[in-house]
């Protein structure tokens, strides 16, 4: 069961960013990148901790988990925004 709401909660991480990147321009497009951004960065701090020390972020599934999560609300809010602004 964890490992299903892991994969959706990744997918639909993604989905998200695709259709955000897609529909959205300027200032908004940008905006939206941030989310992404932020997730390969979280990464690649995971990828040179564990070269450097290999028990450190054991638990990192989880940690992607989190910040995919947290992803997914900070584009759900400016989608939100958006339409917001557009009316």
Known sequence: ?????????????VVLEVVA??????VWRWLACVPIAALVV???????????DPTSHNLWPLEI???SAG????????????ALVER
Request: net charge positive.
């Open 1 to 13: 069961m964890g490992s299903i709401v892991f994969f959706a909660v990744i997918l639909l991480f």
């Open 21 to 26: 990147i897609r529909r959205m321009k300027g």
């Open 42 to 52: 979280i990464i690649a701090i995971i990828v040179i901790s564990v070269i450097y």
């Open 65 to 67: 988990l989190i910040w």
């Open 71 to 82: 992803g997914c609300i900070f584009l759900g809010a400016l989608f939100g925004l958006k």
